[in-house]
Nanobody, 124 residues
Framework: QVKLMESGGGSVPAGGSLRLSCEASGIRYSIRCMGWFRQAPDKKREGVAIISDSGRTIYADSVKGRFTISRDNVKTTWFLHMADLKPEDTAMYYC??????????????????WGQGTQVTVSS
């Protein structure tokens, strides 16, 4: 059974930091791209950051310089280090995995596997 499990969400004041983790299990095919997405109330889901199996990273403009995506060498766990958090970063954060070739780019199109989400709340 495929499972993506996020952890690390919580509530912090503006300027604070959090680290999200995503652990994948049960995926039979190689994960080509690992990513983080978020959805705030009444807004569309948006891509935040992705990292390819070769280590290439792409970030949304709104988080560049503040967020860092990384992964372990086994490529089954990835992280989102969030610093200098702002109230507009408040959202449900989802991790996602993509096994298709050619989809690890700034389109942030993931179709394979998704986690259940972890809430991040930043107070002003």
């Amino acid at each position: 059974q495929v499972k993506l499990m996020e952890s690390g969400g919580g509530s912090v004041p503006a300027g604070g930091s959090l680290r999200l983790s995503c652990e994948a299990s049960g995926i039979r095919y190689s994960i080509r791209c690992m990513g983080w997405f978020r959805q705030a109330p009444d807004k569309k889901r948006e891509g935040v950051a992705i990292i390819s199996d070769s280590g290439r990273t792409i970030y949304a403009d709104s988080v560049k310089g503040r967020f860092t995506i990384s992964r372990d060498n086994v490529k089954t766990t990835w992280f989102l280090h969030m610093a200098d958090l702002k109230p507009e970063d408040t959202a449900m954060y989802y991790c996602a995995a993509e096994t298709r070739v050619g989809y690890c780019d700034s389109r942030f199109v993931f179709d394979d596997y998704w986690g259940q989400g972890t809430q991040v709340t930043v107070s002003s």
